[in-house]
């Protein structure tokens, strides 16, 4: 994994000894180089993940590290996909709860659940305030009816839409295999919450998350044991300029030193 990092830099020297005298030539070589050092961001995650030494080692806590890499300034997070709202898991009150923790009452509430609901389930009969195939027609959309493949998905779903699926992002996965327990001892009080059945009358957490999502503090202690596990790496290289790049991607350690990491998605 050591390996990999090195050539990271010596791709990054490369693009430096080659830069063009034109601004658009500079301008995308820095977009390359930024890139270049979020790509090497996430190989120094797996490594810090890697470490043999427990007192050294990386936790999927959600917590941001800040480090230095060839010229640009890498802020890197690593959470645990099992610790989030599993969205293909969950039950008719859990999802409730889920929507409700965004802020959503009485038939706005309803709606969304009902829609999440029958866009996850298998047949084409709507809930009371649900919506079908026939509902999307006009929108060219063709629901999921079966487990979500993305969170990205959640946007497509009538009562909910762009913008609350970009706010549930953050607290829900779609990495949940159907025999891997939910990891309460990592997860935010938002999916302890969901998790738990507790619907609260107050809209939990919809403030917070409106106002950047929950603080590193509000973070449980995580395990160790992060072998097989689902976690999202989210890497932002940031240049001197104020430009920046970004790398989110979903890794399973294997424990294989010739296969360190699988990749389960890339954005």
């Given amino acids: 994994m050591a390996s990999l990092a090195v050539l990271a830099l010596l791709a990054l020297t490369m693009i430096e000894a080659t830069r063009g ?6 301008a995308e070589l820095d977009r390359a180089r930024l890139t270049a050092a979020a790509d090497a961001g996430v190989v120094l995650a797996v490594q ?14 959600g917590r941001l590290r800040e480090v230095a890499f060839a010229g640009a ?18 039950n008719d009150q859990q999802a409730e709860a889920l929507f409700a923790a965004f802020g959503l009452q009485g038939a706005e509430l309803e709606e969304a659940r009902d829609a999440f609901l029958d866009w996850r389930d298998g047949d084409d009969e709507p809930r009371l305030r649900g919506r079908e195939r026939a509902d999307y027609e006009g929108d060219g959309v063709r629901p999921r009816d079966g487990p979500l493949r993305s969170n990205g998905e959640l946007a497509a779903i009538q009562a909910i ?4 699926a970009a706010r ?16 309460e001892a990592n997860a935010t009080p938002l999916a302890r919450r969901v998790m738990a059945d507790d619907v609260f009358e107050d809209g939990f957490a919809g403030v917070a998350v409106a106002q950047g999502g ?28 104020g430009s920046a790049a970004r790398r989110d991607v979903v890794i399973e350690l294997t424990g294989n030193p010739a296969r360190p990491y699988v990749i389960r998605s890339r954005d």
């Fill in 21 to 26: 005298s034109t601004r658009s030539a500079r």
């Fill in 48 to 61: 810090g993940l890697a470490q043999t030494n427990a007192a050294r080692r990386w936790r999927p806590d």
């Fill in 73 to 90: 300034r890498l802020d890197i997070r690593i959470e645990d996909e099992l610790a989030k709202v599993p969205l293909n898991k969950i």
């Fill in 161 to 164: 839409g762009p913008e609350l």
């Fill in 168 to 183: 549930m992002a953050p607290y829900v996965t779609v990495y949940s295999p159907d025999s891997a327990p939910f990891a």
């Fill in 214 to 241: 929950l603080g590193a503090d509000e973070l449980a202690r995580p395990d160790d044991g992060v072998t097989g596990r689902p976690l999202r790496i989210i890497v932002r290289a940031r240049g001197e300029d």
